[in-house]
């Protein structure tokens, strides 16, 4: 009896012992397989299928690196989310990567930290249109504007949903909704609001719809007009000119006295060598501006005391210090002539 109490005991002890060993050995297996996807993502290429054999998308790969993906993943185009940054290294290695290979590639300027321009927004939906694929789409770390732009090919798909989108947006592929990036987020939630205003639900046609004729990139829109600059200038003569200002976004424009934290207008007064001889800004009192709604500006420049031809700049500024140039918007220039 003794004997078999004894075997039964030590039954149940090497059953526990296999019971910890799996359990401590499962839980590696998640330890490690955790600590692989922050590695890739964080410090790797962080590659992923955004639609399997067709959209693939990755960080900055090397040149090596991306010869092997063109070759494995059989890509036919690269969409390059950082501009053409010629001629920094990792650009002309992409560049010669894709001579070499004989596939397009395709340079649109996006930002992790401000809203893409209405103009790069309407390039990259020309590009993915006419494009071969499959296509390889990458920024720096692959986690922003890679997001960004996997979820507007995910919302470009029969029976697509918001939801998938903002996954492709998400911390599982390195991105976070935190200060400057939360833009990325914004930009779907811009779409969403829109489909409120008509009371729609999302279809692949309205979400182009909207990239093509109605997004706005936040407050970071508006209109610059000088409305009365002197025709004759003569040297040492202060320059008063009106500048009128619209907003042309779907937000209320809030401009702040004292301080350079809400929407005002900077100016910058230029030679023909380039030199800045005057920079001011307008705009730093208590003031909302509703959308469609102007407001005119009183502005001067001071007596110059150089004879020839000059032009003044003219730019809106908003949250964060991010000009709407930067946004996409136009800068506004106006050349004129000082006289003896």
Known sequence: MKHNF???????????????????????????????QIFDIFIGTNKHWVIVNEVYRSAQLS????EKVIQEKNIKTVINLRGCSYPQDWYMGEAKSTLQTN???????LSASRFPAPSEIRRLVEVLDHTMYPILIHCRRGSDRTGLVSGIVCLLQPNSKIEEA???CSIR??????????????FFDFYENWLQEIDASHTPELFRRWMLNEYKPGVYYGKIEIIDFPQTIQRLQTIPFQVKVTNLSR?????????????????????????????????LLEKS????????????????????????????????????????????????????
């Not at 809030?254 to 301080?259: D, F, K, P, V």
């Not at 030679?271 to 005057?278: I, K, S």
């Open 63 to 66: 040149q090596g690196e991306l």
């Open 173 to 186: 592929y390195g991105h976070f909704r935190a200060l400057g990036t939360a833009r990325v987020d914004e």
């Open 166 to 168: 903002r996954w492709h």
């Open 289 to 340: 501006i509703q959308p469609q709604e102007s407001m005119v500006f009183q502005l001067g420049i001071p007596p110059l005391r150089e004879v020839g031809e000059f032009s003044v700049a003219l730019d809106l500024i908003g949250p964060n210090q991010i000009s709407f140039v930067q946004s996409g918007g136009e800068l506004l220039i106006q050349h004129f002539r000082i006289n003896e």
């Open 6 to 36: 004894t075997q039964i005991a030590e039954y149940i002890h090497r059953k526990c012992l296999n019971k910890k060993c799996i359990r401590k050995c499962f839980i590696f297996g998640i330890v490690f397989f955790l600590g692989f």
């Open 251 to 283: 937000q209320v424009w809030h401009l702040h006295s004292g301080t350079y934290a809400g929407i005002h207008l900077r100016y910058i007064v230029r030679n023909t060598r380039g030199d800045v001889l005057y920079t001011d800004r307008a705009g």
């Open 103 to 109: 596939i397009s590639q395709e340079d649109i300027t």
